[in-house]
């Protein structure tokens, strides 16, 4: 997998080198967010537990003018998705997964001068290449709430991972210009997911009744808040000289 996510930056970064280095910059971003889920529930009785995800990596950029450029990198998403019983008000007999997924964005930027040259408003919009580190991999289990006159049993529950999914990023934000010539950002992001990276399949009985089988599904769809810093290549030889 490592090797794989190297040949690919290498290949990706090449072009951004054929150009004047003094349009080339480097830069992290990392955020934290809210990731969206549903569940196929005819029983009514399955409910999700905190769905959230965090990212942070590494960006390199190429200025096209002084309002455009192109961005990519190397990201690290950590997906936290699961489920409990609803019983009575409250969610029992927790069960989650958690799996990281390397991301590649191919992004293009905007900005727009909003104050001497000082403040900008941003915006970006692309694509991520998703790969899931943790594939293949799937957890069965069971768990029970009981009451004193009725109980829940969940009597299996089975996680289904994608290896590779897209993601498609829109994003708004404000950049303040630093030390002549970097910048540091705030932003919100909405990333958009195409298909399901992951499926719960959770079957459970209440009381003696026949069984019901739910379904929860998540496309990788996430709203993101972050921070991001970026500095020219060319500044860190350009000042020695």
Same mark, same amino acid.
């Given at each position: 997998?490592?090797?794989?996510?190297?040949?690919?930056?290498?290949?990706?970064?090449?072009?951004?080198?054929?150009?004047?280095?003094?349009?080339?910059?480097?830069?992290?971003?990392?955020?934290?967010?809210?990731?969206?889920?549903?569940?196929?529930?005819?029983?009514?009785?399955? =409910?999700?537990?905190?769905?959230?995800?965090?990212?942070? $990596?590494?960006?390199?950029?190429?200025?096209? @003018?002084?309002? +455009? *450029?192109?961005?990519?990198?190397?990201?690290?998403?950590?997906?936290?998705?699961?489920?409990?019983?609803?019983?009575?008000?409250?969610?029992?007999?927790?069960?989650?997964?958690?799996?990281?997924?390397?991301?590649?964005?191919?992004?293009?930027?905007?900005?727009?001068?909003?104050?001497?040259?000082?403040?900008?408003?941003?915006?970006?919009?692309?694509?991520?290449?998703?790969?899931?580190?943790?594939?293949?991999?799937?957890?069965?289990?069971?768990?029970?709430?009981?009451?004193?006159?009725?109980?829940?049993?969940?009597?299996?529950?089975?996680?289904?991972?994608? =290896?590779?999914?897209?993601?498609?990023?829109?994003?708004? $934000?404000?950049?303040?210009?630093?030390?002549? @010539?970097?910048? +540091? *950002?705030?932003?919100?992001?909405?990333?958009?997911?195409?298909?399901?990276?992951?499926?719960?399949?959770?079957?459970?009985?209440?009381?003696?009744?026949?069984?019901?089988?739910?379904?929860?599904?998540?496309?990788?769809?996430?709203?993101?808040?972050?921070?991001?810093?970026?500095?020219?290549?060319?500044?860190?030889?350009?000042?020695?000289?």
């Amino acid at each position: 997998m490592r090797k794989n996510i190297q040949l690919v930056l290498l290949i990706l970064l090449l072009p951004y080198f054929s150009y004047s280095q003094h349009k080339i910059y480097l830069g992290t971003e990392g955020a934290i967010g809210i990731l969206f889920s549903k569940y196929d529930d005819p029983g009514n009785t399955i =409910k999700t537990i905190h769905p959230d995800n965090s990212y942070f $990596g590494l960006t390199i950029g190429r200025v096209i @003018n002084n309002r +455009f *450029s192109l961005e990519s990198g190397i990201l690290l998403n950590a997906y936290n998705y699961g489920y409990a019983i609803k019983y009575r008000g409250y969610a029992f007999g927790a069960i989650g997964t958690d799996f990281i997924s390397a991301q590649i964005p191919f992004r293009l930027r905007h900005q727009l001068n909003l104050h001497a040259g000082k403040i900008f408003l941003s915006s970006t919009a692309g694509f991520h290449l998703c790969m899931n580190t943790d594939y293949p991999y799937g957890v069965t289990g069971g768990n029970a709430v009981w009451g004193e006159n009725d109980s829940i049993i969940a009597m299996d529950s089975t996680f289904y991972k994608s =290896k590779i999914f897209p993601l498609v990023e829109l994003g708004a $934000g404000v950049d303040f210009k630093v030390f002549k @010539n970097a910048y +540091f *950002s705030v932003f919100v992001k909405y990333y958009m997911g195409l298909i399901n990276i992951e499926t719960i399949k959770i079957q459970y009985r209440k009381n003696l009744e026949t069984p019901v089988l739910a379904n929860g599904y998540s496309r990788g769809s996430c709203l993101n808040y972050g921070i991001a810093f970026r500095y020219p290549i060319s500044d860190l030889w350009q000042s020695k000289k």
